[in-house]
């Protein structure tokens, strides 16, 4: 606030720092005249703290403001008082940032492992090609309704019977000639209850909701099997 009124303006901030600074040398440099004793140490560092507990009726303040070296040791307490706020300020500041960049970082790492773990969690599906055509040439039999999600899928294939146990290679195409591979894996056959099945884990998240093949290729045979296939991509509707 100004002596000036309740506004204060530059032009007036600028007067009073000037008329501050005037005072300040004059007594600096001992054209005053101080009224009673030297105040002790920590009367001085009250004034510098600007603590409201001194009243500005106080007779040592009057003095202390006319008074060569108490002005000087004010002066000094001030600045010592500045450095210690800037240096607090900064530690808070540096602080708020560390704790700042630490939620950050967590919320990252939540947000990212949390579609990770909704986008990689594979969807089961099973499929069974026990009834259908083996025999090589002869057309596979339409599968029922096989219908895979556009989507990361954990696929067991019960493979056609009479299949051979050993390695298969797996693959979704576009075509019937294995053109435009969407997902390819290889998988060792299993026998459970008299069934060769093969398993494993297919990404089928870049198939768009379509007709795909799903061909199976047996190591030794190298002739592979198409079986059609519909994937549906649910996330676009
Ligand atoms: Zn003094």
């Known amino acids: 606030m100004s002596v000036f009124g309740r506004k204060s303006s530059r032009a007036e901030d600028r007067f009073e720092a000037w008329l501050k600074r005037m005072h300040q040398e004059r007594v600096l440099s001992g054209e005053t005249e101080p009224a009673g004793p030297c105040p002790d140490e920590a009367f001085l560092r009250g004034v510098a703290r600007r ?6 009726s106080d ?9 060569a070296n108490c002005l000087n040791r004010i002066l000094a ?23 700042i960049a630490g939620v950050a970082g967590w919320s990252r790492y939540e947000m990212h492992h949390r579609q ?9 599906a099973t499929v069974d090609l026990w009834n259908t055509g083996t025999y090589r040439g002869e057309q ?8 895979l999600p556009s989507a990361p899928v954990r696929l067991t294939i019960i493979l056609p019977r009479f299949s051979s146990p050993g390695q298969y290679l797996v693959a979704v195409t576009r075509d019937q000639s294995g053109n435009g591979v969407i997902a390819e894996g290889l998988a060792s056959a299993t026998a459970s209850n008299g069934q060769e099945r093969v ?11 379509g007709s795909y ?7 030794q045979d190298q002739a592979a099997y198409y079986y059609p296939l519909h994937i549906e991509d649910r996330t676009s509707k």
């Open 77 to 99: 307490m001030r600045q010592d008082i500045r450095a210690e706020r800037r240096k607090l300020a900064f530690g808070v500041a540096a602080a708020c940032l560390v704790v």
């Open 213 to 219: 093949f799903l061909s199976t290729t047996h190591e």
């Open 51 to 56: 603590a409201k507990t001194i009243p500005l």
């Open 199 to 209: 398993s494993l884990d297919l990404d089928l998240r870049s198939a768009k909701t």
């Open 140 to 147: 596979p039999g339409e599968l029922q309704s096989v219908l």
């Open 116 to 124: 990770t773990m909704a986008s990689v969690a594979p969807v089961s």
């Open 59 to 67: 007779p040592r303040i009057d003095h202390a403001a006319n008074c």
